[in-house]
């Protein structure tokens, strides 16, 4: 549980009384109470407000309005200002702004547009966190600390390039090693002295490609962006620790933004949050598998503990180029597939729509109609009387999964930095394939890092895995050794932690594991497909085309045309007590699809739900009691065969014996009664 002063899921979302007058806050207070609100988060964003100028800091706004919240029993996540530098501060110190991957500097205005390594940046962040934390110390009212807002961009700045080649030199001791490893020879890149190492810009090493920049140097690319994501999280560091000072005992987390999110290698943050939180803005389009994904790779930065849903909407978004209403029911179904998948708090941006500004046409619990008569606030005020009623049923629940897909940003980042055999083959396309299949397969998925404990799985999925040291080639030998069941593809252990090849054929260090070896990787254009008889079966594979030759794998799927035809595409090589399978291609879902349920049953393992096409079931865990979230995401009526007994819904208490109907967007919360 996130506080055990508030035991139960958290409703609530981002307030900005500061906009609004007073009448406007009793009305809000009113409406507050009928929708079931219990948790808002006050202070993102008011830095001008807490600080009007360098000396002066000025918390009576926030004082009033925590009281009168707490009052009228709502707990308060408080955050400090700091996605957004006063005008004051970027007068007078114009090095606390950011300079862009274009070499300019910001001049002004807008939010997230701070030099993570900027000493002055840091300076007035970590004191406006203490001054803030001392202020609230003692206040009932603070649940959760919220740090910061969503950290979004690099720096590419004088400062930080001097950080940068201070963080190389404890790297690598010598600019000798430096250019060993950073493969310098190539194109006469060798550096004779520290201060001629750039940070990557277009001035510099980055050219754009397609639609994506790349790097002349990928070494250095690959450096920056690890030094990057930490200095990014020194930064929520140095907040973090002045408000533990004062609160020890109060969670601190900041609200990481979209989970599948390039620039920070969110496993490194997650050790350092209390509680991870991120906010979710899914594209209407989007198959529910990859919410799904993103709600599971938040759930995994922590090892599966409960996590913060810090934001969503209730309705639609402002800053998409086309922002859609959520259709009847979906918030409620997407809140609750948040809970399926480990969230402790359903929390929305933001409470009351603002009147102008950048902003004004996002949705809100409260809209610009401004009072309850609208079908977004009843939809908000269904679902706050339904986490009532749940209470602190679900919390410290945990999801049971058998199955588990190893993420990785460092190969997301070393595969599409620079030029790999095709722009079009990219990492969380064939990530989202493989999720996708495992969630629908019914037998429960979690998203871990190469860090965690792989032996809690009996199947484990590594999509292009492209870069792969040692430590997790010999983890995953052992995992399959002992019975494991083990995936990776095309594209996969190719580089080593420089970014270097692994000779001797791909895929480097996995080639015993695999009994293969891959001697050629051919490419084509999305148009030109090949495809791979499997299972009687002929599906299509495109993008890359690996030529395999097998040592001690069985060929299970062989490819049908070009220069490859008979050769095998996806195979399965018996290591230990375990099984190792590889796809040579970036194949169709439907084979990704039929290749998890082929290893499935070739392996006994049974999951208790097979969901129907739609329907999405997650099982979850607590003190010897299971839940069974079985969501409708599709437009027609679902059927589910469920397990023998009799069950119960948590939401309204219907009994269920043997099949469960569920109505479009419907979502039930079963628990076995007899
Ligand atoms: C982000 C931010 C919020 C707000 C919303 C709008 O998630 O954190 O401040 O701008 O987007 O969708
Ligand atoms: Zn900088």
Not at 151 to 172: D, G, P, V
Not at 569 to 578: E, H, I, L, Q, S
């Amino acid at each position: 549980m996130i506080n055990p002063k508030l035991p139960k899921i958290w409703y609530g979302g981002d307030y900005y009384p500061e906009q609004w007058d007073e009448k406007t806050w009793e009305e809000d207070l009113r409406l507050f109470k009928l929708a079931g609100i219990d948790v808002v988060t006050l202070g993102v964003f008011a830095w001008s407000l807490i600080q009007p100028d360098e000396e002066t800091y000025d918390f009576s706004f926030l004082d009033m309005m925590v009281d009168k919240l707490y009052q009228n029993g709502i707990h308060v996540c408080l955050a400090t200002p700091t996605a957004a530098p006063p005008h004051w501060m970027t007068q007078k110190y114009p090095e606390v702004l950011l300079v862009d991957i274009n070499g300019n500097r910001k001049e002004k205005g807008g939010r997230a547009n701070f030099c993570p390594n900027s000493e002055k940046y840091r300076y007035f962040a970590r004191k406006v966190a203490e001054k803030l934390a001392e202020h609230f110390k003692d206040h009932p009212a603070i649940v959760l600390w919220h740090v910061n807002n969503e950290y979004l961009n690099y720096c590419y700045c004088e400062n930080c390039a001097k950080k940068f080649r201070e963080w190389l030199k404890k790297k690598y001791g010598s600019l000798e090693e430096l250019n060993k490893r950073w493969y310098t020879r190539f194109w006469s890149q060798t550096f004779t002295d520290w201060e001629e190492i750039p940070v990557p810009t277009t001035r510099s090493v980055l050219f754009m490609r397609k639609d994506r920049y790349e790097s002349a140097l990928p070494e250095l690319y690959l450096d920056y962006r690890r030094f990057m994501s930490e200095s990014m999280l020194e930064c929520f560091l140095e907040e973090y620790k002045a408000i533990k000072k004062h609160t020890p005992h109060v969670p601190v987390t900041t609200n990481l933004i979209a989970a599948t999110f390039k620039p920070w290698n969110y496993f490194e943050w997650g050790k350092h949050m209390d509680v991870v939180a991120w906010d979710n803005y899914p594209d209407y389009r989007e198959d529910f598998s990859v919410v799904a994904l993103r709600h599971s790779l938040v759930r995994g930065l922590k090892g599966g503990k409960p996590f913060v849903l810090m934001e969503q909407s209730p309705s639609q978004a402002s800053w998409k180029w086309y922002n859609p209403q959520k259709r009847p029911k979906v918030m409620r179904l997407w809140t609750y597939q948040a809970i399926a998948h480990g969230a402790e708090t359903a929390m929305f941006f933001q409470m009351r729509q603002s009147k102008a500004g950048v902003e004004k046409f996002h949705g809100a619990v409260i809209t610009h109609v401004g009072n309850e008569h609208t079908r977004v606030f009843r939809e908000v005020a269904q679902v706050g009387a339904e986490l009532k009623k749940l209470g602190d049923t679900l919390l410290d629940s945990k999801v049971v999964s058998r199955s588990a897909l190893l993420f990785d940003w460092e190969s997301w980042w070393a595969l599409e930095d620079s030029p790999n055999p095709n722009i079009d083959f990219l990492y969380l396309r064939e990530v989202e394939k493989y999720f996708k299949a495992l969630l629908e397969s019914g037998i429960g998925v979690d998203i871990i890092s190469k860090e965690e404990d792989f032996k809690k799985y009996d199947i484990i999925v590594a999509p292009a895995l492209y870069m792969i040291e040692k430590e997790t080639a010999e983890k995953l030998k052992d995992f399959v050794s002992a019975g494991g069941i083990f995936l990776t593809t095309t594209m996969s252990g190719i580089v080593d932690e420089n970014g270097h090849v692994v000779l001797g054929g791909y895929p480097g260090l996995l080639r015993e594991l695999l009994g293969l070896w891959v001697e050629e990787i051919d490419a084509l254009p999305p148009s030109d497909a090949n495809e791979v008889v499997i299972f009687g079966k002929r599906y299509t594979c495109r993008l890359v085309f690996d030529v395999i030759r097998t040592t001690t794998a069985k060929t299970l799927g062989r490819y049908e045309k070009d220069y490859h035809a008979g050769q095998p595409c996806v195979t399965v090589n018996a290591y230990g007590k375990g099984f190792a399978y590889y796809v040579g291609s970036s194949v169709e879902y439907a084979l990704v699809k039929d290749l998890i349920l082929h290893m499935l049953r070739a392996h006994n393992i049974h999951p208790e739900i097979e969901p129907p096409e739609g329907v999405e079931f997650v099982k979850k865990e607590k003190n010897g009691r299971h839940f069974y979230f079985l969501l409708n995401h599709s437009d027609s009526k679902r059927t589910v065969e469920i397990p023998e007994g009799l069950f119960r819904d948590l939401l309204t208490d219907k009994e269920f014996f043997g099949v469960v109907e569920l109505e479009p967007k419907d979502v039930v919360i079963l628990v076995k009664i007899s």
